[in-house]
T-cell receptor, first 111, second 116 residues
């Protein structure tokens, strides 16, 4: 059974640019969640998508957005990048049993 | 607002010791609690999941307990090994008819170092 796939693994962007990250969940899982991890704030919830609908949203500015496709793959987008957006972005694939399976993450560096 | 606290922030032990990591949460209306392990620069690996109706779960040398009424969980690691060195994270998902299981609130983690 394939795990959670996040692409790309590493990314370097310039301030003001935008970026799109991708997550393919485990087959059969309809819920995908995104998290931001930084040394100062730890792991923070961004949003969750279930069957192409945003079901939960964390406390992040509108520059952070996401979507989910009919095959459950999800993307998150960050517009007008700031230095503080440098972080490890993690995606979780959530079965209805409640346990979360995480991908390896995308390391975003904003310069 | 749910808050999760982990104590201690860091722990260094010699190989072979049994150890306990602590996690507390402020809102007892949880759907479940999970313990994760994270190696530097990597994603999270799920160790144990305890549903809100359960009291404990065991996997190999790991045992996790849950006391919802006091808002506490402990992760017990028996006979620690250098390969256990990692950051251990506790996370809870809030219960709301089960629709919030995809939203986890994490503690800051305990950095564990097991030296030979």
């Amino acid at each position: 059974k394939a795990g959670v796939t996040q692409t790309p693994r590493y990314l370097i962007k310039t301030r003001g640019q935008q970026v799109t990250l991708s997550c393919s969940p485990i087959s059969g899982h309809r819920s995908v969640s995104w998290y931001q991890q930084t040394p100062g704030q730890g792991l923070q919830f961004l949003f969750e998508y279930f069957s192409e609908t945003q079901r939960n949203k964390g406390n992040f500015p509108g520059r952070f957005s996401g979507r989910q496709f009919s095959n459950s793959r999800s993307e998150m987008n960050v517009s007008t990048l700031e230095l503080g957006d440098s972080a490890l972005y993690l995606c979780a694939s959530n079965p209805t049993s409640g346990d979360a399976f995480f991908g390896q993450g995308t390391r975003l560096t904003v310069v | 607002k749910q808050e999760v606290t982990q104590i201690p922030a860091a722990l260094s032990v010699p190989e072979g010791e049994n150890l306990v990591l602590n996690c507390s949460f402020t809102d007892s209306a949880i759907y479940n609690l999970q313990w994760f392990r994270q190696d530097p620069g990597k994603g999270l690996t799920s160790l144990l999941l305890i549903q809100s109706s359960q009291r404990e779960q065991t996997s190999g040398r790991l045992n996790a307990s849950l006391d919802k009424s006091s808002g506490r969980s402990t992760l017990y690691i028996a006979a620690s090994q250098p390969g256990d060195s990692a950051t251990y994270l506790c996370a809870v998902s809030r219960g709301a008819g089960g629709t919030s299981y995809g939203k986890l609130t994490f503690g800051q983690g305990t950095i564990l170092t097991v030296h030979p």
